[in-house]
């Protein structure tokens, strides 16, 4: 929280220069207001190391449409099931039903993992 003091009249804050005229002016490359810092700077919350450690369950869902159980009763491995989701289009990644980010799959050696392309 910022604190404000009064300035008499007449002079300067430092960092600032009166004109003849008696108005302060900022110095030379100060702002009159300092910009808050870029989102990108901005550290992550602090979290205690235990809380950090603990597990977390990412689900990254497939919509398949018009399966049911008598579909599920049939399957054999080797066969395809298609989705109604088009190949390039991210997929939501979540964790406890709350969408964190979206993702692509992608193989890693023999491996299917996921990639985050952009955060919710």
């Known amino acids: 929280?910022?604190?404000?003091?009064?300035?008499?009249?007449?002079?300067?804050?430092?960092?600032?220069?009166?004109?003849?005229?008696?108005?302060?002016?900022?110095?030379?490359?100060?702002?009159?207001?300092?910009?808050?810092?870029?989102?990108?700077?901005?550290?992550?919350?602090?979290?205690?190391?235990?809380?950090?450690?603990?597990?977390?369950?990412?689900?990254v869902a497939v919509p398949v449409r018009q399966f049911r159980v008598r579909n599920l009763l049939v399957l054999e491995p080797g066969q395809l099931i298609e989705s109604q989701w088009s190949h390039g289009n991210d997929l939501p990644l979540a964790a406890g039903g709350v969408q964190l980010a979206w993702s692509e799959f992608e193989v890693v050696d023999t491996r299917l993992a996921v990639r985050v392309t952009r955060l919710a």
């Open 1 to 59: 929280m910022a604190t404000t003091h009064a300035t008499p009249a007449g002079v300067s804050p430092p960092g600032e220069r009166a004109p003849a005229g008696g108005v302060a002016q900022p110095a030379a490359g100060q702002a009159l207001v300092p910009a808050p810092r870029p989102i990108e700077e901005e550290e992550p919350p602090a979290v205690s190391a235990a809380v950090a450690r603990l597990p977390v369950e990412l689900d």
